[in-house]
């Protein structure tokens, strides 16, 4: 049977607009083996991974289990466990960083603040600091989720990790596995597909210099989907490549066709007209899909600058 991921690239299916949304991620470091809904099927207690889970249900917050690249027996509990913290959005990205013995500690967070881009509650309750070290890979290899995660995703994290590359962990799902192996750069929340090592050490380069790369780029999971692929056009259109200075401020229209409306920090705006189809043939979404299907896809159809007299139309 032919992988989701070769029949997405055979087919060449956009991965613009495909990115997991969350404005901030938090992510527990858990050693060990991974089921298929990691955060109540691997050897974190499972009791604690459905309080997490309803803990972030509709805050913006998406939760998810890393750990380092490499073989994963079982080694135990471990004693100390890293957590991350992110917020996503252009203007206020943060990353801060601790370590916890007690995992359970995560309940006492305020998630609704976390969502909203607060990181006090993170300092207060982990002693969480700003984050001072690499940028973050965060690679999926979660193979029980899709098969493809682990035979393209678990290679490039251990490529990268040979190569040089520090910050590199693997994560448990960051959505669309036809688009394996997929990465998210932390701190500003891009997703990356079909992502290769020269593709993902250019993205983090370009975390360090304040640039977002394009090429392979999913979006960013601040924004809902039609703003990703919104953001990226325009990045694409006028050669704005800086982190942080373009926002997604409006988005109308119907579900079939969108206009987003993307703000420069300099003052100027556009429109993007983003049309949401169906992705044809029929393909496996997933390498556990029973049938096939239609998954949509973004499609740019203008992006227009507006002038002052348009603003405010």
């Known amino acids: 049977m032919s992988r989701c991921a070769t029949v997405s690239r055979s087919l060449d299916e956009p991965v613009s607009g495909t990115a997991a949304t969350a404005t901030t991620w938090l992510l527990l470091e858990q050693p060990g083996p991974w089921g298929a809904k990691a955060l109540t099927s691997s050897h974190l207690d499972p009791a604690l991974g459905r309080a997490l889970e309803a803990a972030a249900a509709g805050t913006g917050v998406r939760i998810a289990l890393i750990r380092h690249p490499g073989r994963h027996a079982d080694p135990g509990t471990p004693p100390m466990r890293q957590v991350y913290a992110a917020h996503t959005v252009p203007g206020r990205v943060w990353l801060h960083g601790a370590t916890t013995r007690d995992p359970r500690r995560l309940l006492d967070l305020d ?22 070290g690499d940028p973050l890979a965060l690679v999926c290899t979660n193979g029980k989720r899709d098969r493809c995660c682990a035979l393209l995703g678990r290679p490039l994290a251990m490529d990268l990790v040979a190569s040089g590359v ?21 701190p500003y929340g891009y997703a990356y597909g079909r992502a290769e090592v020269h593709t993902v050490k250019e993205a983090l380069d370009g975390v360090r210099e304040g640039r977002v790369v394009v090429e392979g780029c999913r979006g960013c999971s601040a924004w809902e989907r ?8 325009v990045r694409s259109a006028v050669g704005e490549y800086r982190a942080g200075v373009l926002n997604v401020v409006r988005t109308a229209g119907t579900a079939a066709r969108r206009e987003v409306t993307v703000a420069h920090t300099d003052g100027r705006r556009w429109r993007v007209t983003v049309a949401q189809g169906a992705s044809l043939p029929p393909r496996p979404e997933s390498c556990g899909a029973a049938v096939l299907g239609a998954p949509a896809r973004m499609d740019v159809v203008e992006v227009r600058e507006l002038r002052p007299t348009a603003l405010a139309s």
């Open 226 to 233: 039609p703003g990703q692929a919104a953001e990226l056009a």
């Open 166 to 186: 520090r910050g590199v962990w693997e994560v448990t799902h960051l959505g669309g596995h036809r688009f394996a192996p997929t990465v998210l750069v932390l």
């Open 111 to 132: 998630f609704s603040a976390l969502g909203a881009g607060d990181h006090r509650s993170f300092g207060a309750v982990l002693d969480g600091r700003p984050h001072r």
